[in-house]
């Protein structure tokens, strides 16, 4: 894909109908993608799937309010056989009734307006969704979908990629579990986690840092009143400290992201995992940041969460996740025993396309750290660049490179904090622009717009992302395979 260019409103990233992103040109387009302006929904045929309802899915659900007579309904179309914890109580439907068909699994209740945004949120927080290519296979059986989108795969790709994961995180065989996306893999870790601590008293859950927004508003949502705490910076251990001091009996598990997101901020992990030890919490960690091929988490926390969205389908077109188990962990056997009957697993044709794109995951990610390395220490020389956040940068070396297998690693992923207005550069820089990161292809967006839009678009929400040390206007890179001095006259074009 040929990502060095102004790319049309709309169009799909890669050019794929399975494609995970889709291209924002300008703030402008952004802004009308966070208000659904019709001018910018209507042109979109794709979009992250668990923020933007997939053509093929959108086609799937009218089917079925049609074959099954629910109009006036509303309806959420899930996955068979996977789990709904917690559905009841947050979605709050009325007259709930379920209803299996087609291998898919239909709940519907009452319609109000409200409701359905909740179930929207629901599965957006658990990654509970349908995805494109078993939306494709229940339309072509239906004769509503002529041909099938031509891509290659590997038959029976489950054991490959479980084997490929297995080798990459340097684990045991039997500790790593797929999952339909990396939000479905924290979902199931956390409540697995829940179960196993709150027979033991324990039910607060600490969240280190700002993470992924709906890693955020699941330990928010899923955890009782007062059962949340936050620091909201991930390197700030003297915080937890005294949390530990004061409530450490009380404490069910820890999560962080290393490095996290946005911010590229990276914990001191050996530190952290050995006061987690100490009083007995769970560490969840994840690293799809950086990568697990880039470093090496699992001995210093529990239970590792990761995107198989990112740099294993490089391509762009597969939503996945995992969960790997520490071998060593006191809460192993436990959480192998849970985690089956918690997970949503992936989609076989999913599977099978990942399995494909998985063996390039070294020389993928190989590459991308050098074109990082480049490209960072261009952008920290330029005059309309305030700060660069990488994981190299002179806050987060240290102790990055505690966790780094090799040097010279830091993953595909940067932010920079702009001396210029955010709309002249965003709009004017000459490469694809969209959600997601990870691929083969670069990607730029203006990441708390997407994640945070309530936020920027307030001053109190504003002061409140400065309160964590966002700058709202924050530019998220996510680099790829382009060449590195092409890249380097993209940036230096945008930023005069």
């Given at each position: 894909m040929d990502a060095l260019r102004h790319i049309p409103l709309g169009e799909p990233l890669p050019a794929s109908v399975h494609a995970v992103s889709c291209s924002l040109p300008t703030m402008r387009d952004v802004c009308g993608y966070e208000?659904?302006?019709?001018?910018?929904m209507d042109a979109l045929s794709a979009g992250y799937p668990r923020f933007f309802e997939?053509?093929?899915?959108?086609q799937v659900r009218e089917d079925l309010i049609r074959r099954l007579g629910l109009s006036g309904r509303t309806v959420g179309v899930f996955p068979s056989g996977g789990p709904l914890q917690h559905f009841e109580e947050f979605v709050g439907l009325e007259d709930t009734k379920q209803v299996d068909y087609g291998g898919l699994r239909v709940l519907h209740g009452r319609e109000r307006p409200e409701v359905a945004a909740r179930l929207r949120n629901y599965q957006q927080h658990t990654g509970l969704f349908v995805y494109s290519r078993q939306a494709e296979d229940y339309l072509l059986e239906r004769a509503l979908l002529e041909t099938r989108f031509e891509e290659g795969v590997v038959a029976e790709g489950?054991?490959?990629v479980l084997a490929r994961l297995t080798e990459i995180f340097q684990t045991r065989p039997g500790q790593v579990f797929l999952t339909n996306s990396g939000m479905n893999a924290f979902y199931a870790g956390f409540r697995a986690v829940s179960a196993i601590q709150q027979a033991r008293g324990r039910r607060i859950w600490v969240q280190l840092g700002w993470l992924y927004l709906d890693t955020m508003h699941i330990l928010e949502h899923f955890t009782g009143p007062g059962d949340r705490v936050v620091i909201s910076r991930a390197t700030d251990l003297a915080a937890l400290d005294a949390l530990f001091r004061s409530r450490g009996a009380e404490i069910a598990g820890v999560v962080t992201e290393v490095p996290t997101n946005p911010l590229i901020e990276c914990v001191d992990l050996p530190a952290l995992a050995e006061r987690c030890r100490a009083i007995g919490a769970p560490l969840l960690i994840d690293p799809t940041l950086a990568t697990p091929y880039n470093i090496d988490?699992?001995?210093h926390c529990d239970v590792v969460i990761n995107s198989l969205t990112k740099y294993a389908a490089s391509e762009g077109d597969v939503i996945a996740g995992a969960i790997v188990v520490n071998p060593e962990s006191p809460f192993s056997d436990a959480l192998c025993e849970q985690l089956p009957s918690l997970i949503q697993p992936p989609y076989e044709r999913d599977t099978n396309r990942l399995a494909l794109q998985i063996d390039s995951y070294e020389k993928v990610v190989e590459g991308i750290n050098e074109r990082v390395c480049e490209l960072a220490r261009f952008l920290e020389s330029q005059k309309n660049v305030r700060q660069v956040h990488w994981a190299l940068d002179a806050?987060?070396?240290?102790?990055y490179s505690k966790i780094a297998r090799r040097p010279e690693a830091p993953g595909g992923l940067f932010s920079i904090e702009l001396a210029m207005p955010l709309a002249k550069f965003y709009d004017r820089i000459r490469i694809a622009k969209g959600p997601s990161f990870g691929h083969r292809f670069s990607l730029v967006c203006p990441f708390l717009y997407l994640a945070h839009y309530d936020l920027?678009?307030?001053?109190?929400g504003r002061a409140e992302l400065r309160s964590h040390g966002l700058d709202p206007d924050l530019v998220r890179i996510s680099v790829g395979l382009e060449d590195p001095d092409e890249l380097i006259r993209v940036y230096e074009e945008a930023l005069r």
């Open positions: 208000e659904k302006d019709p001018r910018v997939h053509p093929y899915v959108r489950s054991n490959h988490v699992i001995p806050d987060s070396r240290a102790d920027v678009t307030t001053e109190a």
